[in-house]
T-cell receptor, first 114, second 110 residues
Framework: DGGITQSPKYLFRKEGQNVTLSCEQNLNHDAMYWYRQDPGQGLRLIYYSQIVNDFQKGDIAEGYSVSREKKESFPLTVTSAQKNPTAFYLC?????????????FGEGSRLTVL | GIQVEQSPPDLILQEGANSTLRCNFSDSVNNLQWFHQNPWGQLINLFYIPSGTKQNGRLSATTVATERYSLLYISSSQTTDSGVYFCAVVGGGSNYKLTFGKGTLLTVNP
């Protein structure tokens, strides 16, 4: 089935460790996005990518890094520089960029820093 | 940037009741989507509706872009409708960023 797969669903990490969240899509979508959600809040954009080997910062990119080496994959690394990394992370994709493209989301990854 | 306000923030219904959720936005939009976030956190696409009216079963949505608002109607609510409903828009000045409202938490009691 076509869709967006995020892994792991739950992740625990100690302070000072980097962690990478996986996002894979088989929808043949051009654009991919990472959002962060904190309790009781809406989603905020971390990074987005419109094409392979290109990506741009969103509103809250500090402490995060991404890569887009393949059309299907857009991994997010939460670095030790991110001061409040505990959150719910959602990956999304769209056929075109957000201006006219409908976004579809994965099931999310819940990161807890101990 | 564009502002998105949703109301009410919380809504409690008895099963079978109807409801209307509202989304106001501060500027012209190129894209507007309604999502339902289930208890496990997944965002389910309900409508892609930058303008006009759409219906899908018990749910329907209307966006009046000239007046900068959208409405989501839920009829004959069921307990499975519980969760958070988000409105998200791409403002006219942006080509990528979907800006979310803070959501409406709907609880449907049996």
């Amino acid at each position: 089935d076509g869709g967006i797969t995020q892994s792991p669903k739950y992740l625990f990490r100690k302070e000072g460790q980097n962690v990478t969240l996986s996002c894979e899509q088989n929808l043949n979508h051009d654009a991919m996005y990472w959002y962060r959600q904190d309790p009781g809040q809406g989603l905020r954009l971390i990074y987005y990518s419109q094409i392979v080997n290109d990506f741009q910062k969103g509103d809250i990119a500090e402490g995060y890094s991404v890569s887009r080496e393949k059309k299907e994959s857009f991994p997010l690394t939460v670095t030790s520089a991110q001061k409040n990394p505990t959150a719910f992370y959602l990956c999304a994709s769209s056929k075109r960029t957000g201006q006219t493209g409908e976004l579809f989301f994965g099931e999310g990854s819940r990161l807890t820093v101990l | 940037g564009i502002q998105v306000e949703q109301s009410p923030p919380d809504l409690i219904l008895q099963e079978g009741a109807n409801s209307t959720l509202r989304c106001n936005f501060s500027d012209s939009v190129n894209n507007l989507q309604w999502f339902h976030q289930n208890p496990w956190g997944q965002l389910i696409n309900l409508f892609y509706i930058p303008s006009g009216t759409k219906q899908n079963g018990r749910l329907s949505a209307t966006t009046v872009a000239t007046e900068r608002y959208s409405l989501l109607y839920i009829s004959s609510s069921q307990t499975t409708d519980s969760g958070v409903y988000f409105c998200a828009v791409v403002g006219g000045g942006s080509n990528y960023k979907l800006t979310f409202g803070k959501g409406t938490l709907l609880t449907v009691n049996p």
